[in-house]
């Protein structure tokens, strides 16, 4: 029976990240999984909005459920920080009603109301549902690729909302990474943010984190990281260019979406994977590939 879901992009996967989208259409594509554009959407509400204007973050994260519950639909996003802010806001329209009457009195005059029947799932999580027929489809086995996986904080936490992994010992989509012959290596910094958020606040110390979380990666023999957020992407595929430990030694590892190197393994074309958009050189792993 074919899954089909909304799609929630969100707004970085668009305008920053193309190979993430690209790669997980065609993904979705060979597992037979229906994704719908999701029309209408605004921004997700983030989560940082939510430690400023709670009702406000409420309303807006409310309005998209309800977008996809008037067209009978659950709700898929491939982005972390949109899984989090959407799911949590699911969870608290859910259980306490005073909200829940808050956020329909705002979304009345929209047409719209939220009345808690919509799932919201990360992609990863349809995929680890679907891991025996990934399983099925590999024809290219990524020998030699050893994956510093980084599952990124709204993915896992909180663990009584999220509902997905272990959030101390996360192995859901290392296990989806190993199904691809790779191996998913331990590294100390795994669990720790990758430091996105502080970009805009305090770049230097975003850096610093991104730094001893690639010392980390290194030390543990990884080359490439992993990750299935936009927003830790930022940080793993765009501020790690040029990074250095303070030796002088560079950090550089190729970093990956988790749905291109899936794609890669199961055959999929290498022009929707989209690996010549990635900005740290892939140099190091092109043979693993073939590109």
Known sequence: MTQSYEVFLGCAIPSRFNNYESSMRAVAKELGV????????????????????ENSWLSMSGRNIALAEKRGHDIVTPCNG????????????HEYEDYRKKVNAALKPLGLEYTGKVKIRHFVEV?????????????????????????????????????????????????????????????DMKLRCCGSPLLIASEDVAVKI???????????????????????????????LGLKDDEGNSLELPALFVTQILGAAMGIDLEPLGFELNRVSLDPINDIFGL
């Open 34 to 53: 229906k994704l719908i554009d999701f029309e209408g959407a605004s921004c997700c509400g983030t989560v940082v909005l939510k430690s400023i204007d």
């Open 210 to 240: 991104l730094q001893e979380k690639m010392i980390s990666a290194n030390g543990a023999g990884a080359n490439c990281v992993v990750t299935n957020c936009p927003a830790c992407h930022t940080q793993f595929d765009i501020q790690q």
């Open 82 to 93: 949109c899984f989090g802010s959407l799911k949590d806001t699911n969870h608290v329209l």
């Open 127 to 187: 995929l680890y549902e679907l891991k025996d027929e990934i399983e099925k489809k590999i024809v290219k086995r990524l020998d030699g690729l050893r994956v510093a996986f980084h599952p990124g904080c709204h993915l896992i936490r909180p663990s009584n909302v999220a509902g997905f992994d272990d959030p101390e010992l996360p192995s859901k989509v290392d296990e989806l990474i190993e199904l691809t012959g790779a191996k998913s290596v331990h590294w």
